[in-house]
């Protein structure tokens, strides 16, 4: 599905890299925080319990977030609660944990341990890598395939083939439709049998249009796989599926 491929790769490297300059972002940012913060040892004094739904949905679960507290260079005693949750937690009551803090601002606070600092980020540089992965690949098949066809109307040899039928790709499925497809014969100039040539997917039924006709065929006699079923004659380009 050209177009599907186009659409769906197009949206995941889009996702991809948000997703990826997000994670980069909060990598930088934490950097900057601890650069520019200020050391300090806190004490875990209690738990925020949170109860969020479980991604299969079946029911809830609790998270438990630390309530740490921690005396500033100004004396007085701040509290701030870590951003990393759990399903269980992580720290005991009265456990000691280093911590980094805004000297303008102490209430703005941070655990100083990997789970608080760099875990999110590289949540979302890992799914950014492996969705725009995806995306990219399919985005590069579109273009390749694209740019194949081209070459193919334009230096392709041209063969006719006898019109067979156009028939629904009950494999595929846009938007709960499936697409139709040509399927032509004729003999292969290159390997000099008989062979059935089948069309990109489109949304128009060319039965009645078709039948008793034949069809241009665009072929690589350099490769006999590529070939590319000519409907331009009766469809416009935005019947292409």
């Known amino acids: ?143 390749r395939r694209q740019r194949l066809n081209a070459q193919l109307k334009a230096s392709g040899m041209l063969v006719y083939a006898q019109y067979v039928d156009c028939e629904r790709n009950r494999r595929t499925k846009v938007n709960g439709r499936s697409p139709y497809v040509v399927s032509v014969q004729g003999t292969h100039p290159t390997t000099g049998q008989s062979t059935t040539f089948e069309s990109p997917p489109i949304w128009i039924n060319l039965s009645a249009v078709l039948k008793g006709k034949t069809v241009p065929v665009r072929i690589d006699p350099s490769n006999p796989k590529h070939y590319f079923v000519d409907l331009s004659q009766w469809i416009s380009e935005d019947k292409l599926a």
């Open 1 to 143: 599905m050209p177009k599907a491929l186009r659409s769906i790769g197009g949206i995941l490297l889009a996702m991809g890299l948000f997703a990826f300059a997000v994670g980069g972002w909060s990598i930088w940012s934490d950097r900057q925080f601890a650069e520019n913060g200020v050391q300090a040892t806190g004490t875990v004094v209690s738990f925020e319990q949170r109860r969020v739904k479980r991604s299969n949905s079946r029911g809830y679960r609790t998270m438990y977030r630390p309530v740490v507290t921690f005396d500033g260079q100004d004396g007085a005693e701040y509290r701030f609660v870590g951003q990393a949750g759990s399903s269980s937690p992580a720290y005991a009551i009265g456990e000691r944990v280093n911590v980094i803090y805004d000297p303008w601002s102490p209430d703005d606070a941070i655990i100083d341990d990997f789970g608080s600092r760099q875990k999110a980020p590289l949540i979302f540089l890992g799914v950014g890598l492996i969705v725009g992965g995806i995306g990219a690949v399919l985005v590069y098949f579109f273009l």
